[in-house]
Antibody, heavy 116, light 108 residues
Framework: EVQLLESGGGLVQPGGSLRLSCAAS????????MSWVRQAPGRGLDWVSS????????YYPDSLRGRFIISRDNFKNTVYLQMNGLRADDTAVYYC?????????WGQGTLVTVSS | ENALTQSPGTLSLSPGERATLSCRAS???????LAWYQQRPGQAPRLLII???SRAAGIPERFSGSGSGTDFTLTVSSLEPEDFAVYYC?????????FGGGTKVEIK
């Protein structure tokens, strides 16, 4: 069974940084691209970033490139999202997801709140 | 970016009825690179359909997808109580990946 366990969310002040982690199990982690998708309270889904299986290819929407950095450690079966320069509109539940095209399996999410 | 528009915003139906959800893209989606997801209240999204019409593993047969080009449809043939949820389409044909705004299927 695929399990994706996010951690690292919480309350952060505007302009601050946060690093999310996602521990994966139940599948061949080093053979799968991984993604982050977020959902603001009461809103729809927004793609945040994706990373290739080996970690060499990283993808971002133009709106987040330069502020967010995705990475992975295939020895630890973990994917990360480093978020810098956080703004109020980054407040959302952040989901860790298996895949980069169809998003196959989703974690339960971790809430990031940006507020003073 | 390829913007996806879902309609209707809300669908009010009774258990046992048929649900038809629409997803329209602003640009042609090649190779039918479109997926559908279900999100129940308080839960993470769940993948239902890939390649516009193929059910993901473990998805009941009452869920079906169709369409090509810019117009796609998700059909639930006979609504079960657990099907009342929000449904999203998503294209993975071009970057950035984009989602539709969602259709809420509620109990009438």
């Amino acid at each position: 069974e695929v399990q994706l366990l996010e951690s690292g969310g919480g309350l952060v002040q505007p302009g601050g940084s946060l690093r999310l982690s996602c521990a994966a199990s139940g599948f061949a982690f080093d053979e799968n691209a991984m993604s982050w998708v977020r959902q603001a309270p009461g809103r729809g889904l927004d793609w945040v970033s994706s990373i290739g299986a080996a970690g060499g290819s990283r993808y971002y929407p133009d709106s987040l490139r330069g502020r967010f950095i995705i990475s992975r450690d295939n020895f630890k079966n973990t994917v990360y999202l480093q978020m810098n320069g956080l703004r109020a509109d980054d407040t959302a539940v952040y989901y860790c997801v298996q895949g980069r095209g169809p998003l196959e399996s989703w974690g339960q999410g971790t809430l990031v709140t940006v507020s003073s | 970016e390829n913007a996806l528009t879902q309609s209707p915003g809300t669908l009010s139906l009774s258990p046992g009825e048929r649900a038809t959800l629409s997803c329209r893209a602003s640009q042609i989606i090649s190779s039918r690179n479109l997926a559908w997801y279900q999100q129940r209240p308080g839960q993470a999204p769940r993948l239902l359909i890939i390649g516009a019409s193929s059910r993901a593993a473990g998805i009941p047969e009452r869920f079906s997808g169709s369409g090509s080009g810019t117009d796609f449809t998700l059909t639930v043939s006979s609504l079960e109580p657990e099907d009342f949820a929000v449904y999203y389409c998503q294209q993975y044909d071009t970057s950035p990946l984009t989602f539709g705004g969602g259709t809420k299927v509620e109990i009438k």
